[in-house]
């Protein structure tokens, strides 16, 4: 089994960055926080489109957990209110809690799926919640393993990616 | 100049922040830069409350009851904390786009509209969007860079835009928007409570010591001052329960209804050749539960984050309390202006700049300021 060709930490060093794709909000739930599962012409050749869209899937589903509006949330509300909010001193929301989940599972799919693939997603969190910023490095590494990255991404990506 | 040494010195995302915001307490606390009319809420509500608890209320819980001063410093406190959350929390800025993102954006739009000749005015740049099955527009901020998420607004005092804007209000001395609403309405309605309550028990107390004086009841120290102090109160509760409860009404339907003030006075929603508001859930339950208790989003503005520099000791040292724009970041300051001088002006539908000088009942108006520019 080949190993990952590039760690999280040696795509910052070795590669330079070619150019940063912006996956836009999708406001037709409403103000939610959604992101656009459109697929980004940039990343064609570099990701399959499934894994892609998997990602962004899994994504909006943890936004809409945080967003939800129900029992829970509401409990919440009234306690917070009922001590004028000072329990936020000590206690963390359940917004925050899921915003956590959510940074870890972005590092996590950097290093498993979009690392080894020269891309790199940055949390939306550091970005306003406006976009789910994406940055494509090109390879300054040894010609090996740059044909080995094109070559996992073209034997993967019979399904979904147009010819290149 | 000085000795110019290099030495780490840790910067905080909050000193480079854009916008006309003040912030103290190295970051943790965020306000507008004008707070007078905010010191002059203070003042009132705290002289009030004193006056009341170190005259009437001794009179009166010997007379009446001791629970009649325990509940006005309830409700007190809570009016003081709720004031002070309002006062001092993101009300739910946008962070301005950085440059990458500007100029993909930028081009995006090129894409759509096609590159416009020299000369030319460039078409608005809005787009269109569907939410439950109404067509609702976006629209290009020009000093952020954004496409402003439905409902959000610039605040031309503050230079920021805002998620769910309701309005800039003086008194707080902050702008009102998603994150704070809920503070700023229950600040308004245990203000109005607390007025109520103080106008209440000052008649009560007049009617009392005037006519109602029984067996073994204490003369009166200080009699004139005591009549003094007592009219005064009066006065102030007077004009307070006008306005603030009167706003406080005013909410109230805004917040059954799941409406900003914004969009209240624009007049999105009304009128029989607009959209209906897609965002009420038609149930004034529900929507009184979704805006005052539903979840809480975070602050995305990061503003204790520190910023990876090293600074010199010939760079000027930020205050603490300083305003936060005085030294445009290197990455954005300069290029915003650039950008800004250069855009030439939309047309008068969709101009950006003055429309969020609003005055909603209660609230003083501002002297304009020069909206929409960075500062140099």
């Known amino acids: 089994r080949r190993p990952q060709v590039h760690s999280l930490q040696e795509l910052r060093r070795s590669a330079s960055l070619a150019t940063k794709v912006f996956v836009q909000r999708d406001y037709s739930e409403g103000t939610t926080c959604q ?5 980004p012409p940039e990343l064609e050749s570099r990701i399959e489109r499934q894994l892609f869209e998997e990602t962004v899937k899994t994504l909006n589903g943890f936004y809409a957990e945080a967003e939800k509006i129900g029992g ?7 306690l917070a209110c009922a001590t004028a909010y000072f329990i936020f001193l000590c206690m963390e929301t359940h917004y925050e809690k899921v915003l956590r989940k959510i940074s870890k599972y972005i590092q996590e799919q950097n290093e498993k799926v979009y690392a080894p693939r020269g891309l790199l997603l940055t949390d939306p969190l550091e970005r306003g919640m406006r976009v789910i910023e994406i940055s494509i490095y090109e390879d300054r590494c040894s010609s090996g393993s740059s044909s080995s990255g094109s070559s996992s991404s073209s034997s993967g990506g019979g399904g979904g990616v147009g010819g290149r | 100049m000085s000795v110019m040494v290099a030495r780490k010195k840790v910067v905080r995302k909050w000193e480079k922040l854009p916008g006309r915001n003040t912030f103290c307490c190295d970051g943790r606390i965020m306000m507008a830069r004008q707070k007078g009319i905010f010191y002059l809420t203070l003042f009132l509500i705290l002289g009030t409350c004193a006056l009341f608890f170190a005259f009437e209320c001794r009179y009166l819980a010997v007379q009446l009851s001791p629970a009649i001063p325990v509940f006005a410093a309830v409700l007190f406190l809570f009016a003081m904390a709720t004031l002070l959350r309002t006062s001092f929390s993101d009300p739910g800025v946008i962070p301005r786009a950085l440059p990458d993102e500007a100029a993909f954006i930028e081009m995006e739009i090129e894409a759509t509209n096609g590159t416009v000749p020299q000369g030319q005015r460039p078409p608005p740049r809005i787009k269109n969007f569907q939410i439950n099955n109404q067509i609702v527009k976006l629209k290009y901020c020009y000093t952020c860079k954004i496409f402003r998420p439905p409902r959000a607004s610039h605040c031309s005092i503050c230079d920021n835009c805002v998620e769910r804007f309701d309005h800039h ?6 702008c009102v928007g998603k994150r704070n609403y809920r503070y700023f309405y229950l600040f308004i309605l245990s203000l109005s409570l607390l007025t109520i309550y103080i106008f209440t028990f000052n ?29 005064l109160e009066v006065l102030i509760c007077f004009f307070t329960l006008w306005s603030v409860v009167g706003l406080t009404g005013f909410h109230t339907f805004l917040v059954a209804l799941n409406q900003t003030t914004n969009e209240d ?25 979704e805006v005052l208790c539903g979840p809480l989003p975070p602050s995305v503005l990061d503003r204790r984050g520190i910023l ?13 309390r300083g305003p936060a724009a005085q030294e445009p970041s290197a990455a954005q300051g300069p290029f915003s202006t650039v950008i800004f001088l250069q855009v030439p002006v939309p047309s008068p539908s969709n101009t950006e700049m003055p429309e969020e000088k609003q005055l909603p009942a209660g609230e003083l108006p501002i002297p304009s300021q020069d909206t929409g520019q960075a500062e140099h």
């Not at chain 1, 992101?35 to 697929?39: A, D, E, G, L, Y």
């Not at chain 1, 829970?72 to 009234?78: A, D, F, H, I, V």
């Open chain 2, 308 to 320: 990876q520099q090293e600074e010199s000791a010939a760079q000027e040292e930020t205050c603490t």
């Open chain 1, 35 to 39: 992101f656009q599962t459109k697929f």
């Open chain 1, 72 to 78: 829970s949330s509401y409990l919440e509300g009234c």
């Open chain 2, 203 to 231: 008649i009560v107390y007049v009617a009392l010591s005037e006519f109602g004086c029984r067996d073994g009841c204490n003369p009166r120290l200080f009699p004139v001052l005591n009549c003094v102090l007592t009219v």
């Open chain 2, 265 to 289: 006075i624009k007049g999105s929603w009304t009128g029989k050749n607009r959209v209906q508001n897609p965002y009420s859930h038609g149930n004034i339950v529900k929507n009184c539960c």
């Open chain 2, 169 to 174: 209000c003086p008194w707080v001395g902050n």
